[in-house]
């Protein structure tokens, strides 16, 4: 089963704002709200940004923010700087089939 | 705050059995309810989720990897383990132990391990 879909760049400078979209069907992003977002720098494990859509774990920058519409979940982080430079992956509960399922991942470019 | 450590053989021949290990330090797998999963990444590739298992034993696979794998809670050493049969080339990559958190359908893996490669060659 396809993963959700991801653009596989994005870039910004510092300061800026970017937003990452994942998309999905109507069986996962748009049926449920039940999408997470983990960041993933090189060579390390993912962790934890955003969970149930919009909601922050405690110890994540407010930069950090998550929003859904219809099959489309996003994230956006605000503020942009270096250390934001990494891989960003969306994820979702699957009505059909796989249960849990993730994007196929965005590398952000911090200029 | 509960932490991760996946162990396991970082070779594995092909047509053999893949197995790992999880043990879980600063929370108890058997007074807590939350989820245990497996999660893997190929090289240069996205996250794939494998599995998850509760510590009464409950289990929810993958489909597409459901015919090969198994996993197990071992609560008196706060371990689970996972275990992938009839492994290939394709089963080279990073594999993550992961705990799952909150609502039984919400994919919040709020702790990871450091990850272990596994590479499957003869």
């Known amino acids: 089963q396809s993963a959700l879909t991801q653009p596989a760049s994005v870039s910004g400078s510092p300061g800026q704002s970017i937003t990452i979209s994942c998309t999905g069907t109507?069986?996962?992003?748009?049926?449920?709200?039940?999408v997470s977002w983990y960041q993933q720098h090189p060579g390390r494990a993912p962790k934890l940004l955003i969970y149930d859509v919009s909601n922050r774990p405690s110890g994540v920058s407010n930069r950090f923010s998550g929003s859904q519409s219809g099959n489309t979940a996003s994230l956006t982080i605000s503020g942009l700087q270096a250390e934001d430079e990494a891989d960003y992956y969306c994820?979702?509960?699957?009505?059909?089939?796989?249960?849990?399922?993730f994007g196929g991942g965005t590398k952000l470019t911090v200029l | 705050q509960v932490l991760l450590q996946e162990s396991g053989p970082g070779l594995v021949k092909p047509s053999q059995t893949l197995s790992l290990t999880c043990t879980v330090s600063g929370d108890s797998i058997s007074s807590s309810n939350f989820s245990w999963s497996w999660i893997r990444q190929h090289p240069g590739k996205g996250l794939e989720w494998i599995g998850y298992i509760y510590s009464r034993g409950n289990t929810f696979y993958n489909p597409s990897l459901k015919s090969r794998v198994s996993m197990s809670v071992d609560s008196s050493r706060n371990q689970f383990s996972l275990r992938l049969t009839s492994v290939t080339a394709a089963d080279t990559a990073v594999y993550y132990c992961?705990?799952?958190?909150?609502?039984?359908?919400?994919?919040?893996?709020?702790?990871w391990g450091q990850g272990t490669l596994v590479t499957v060659s003869s």
């Open positions: 992961a705990r799952g958190y909150g609502n039984t359908y919400s994919p919040t893996f709020d702790s």
């Open positions: 994820s979702s509960y699957r009505s059909s089939g796989t249960f849990w399922v």
């Open positions: 109507s069986s996962d992003v748009g049926g449920y709200k039940y």
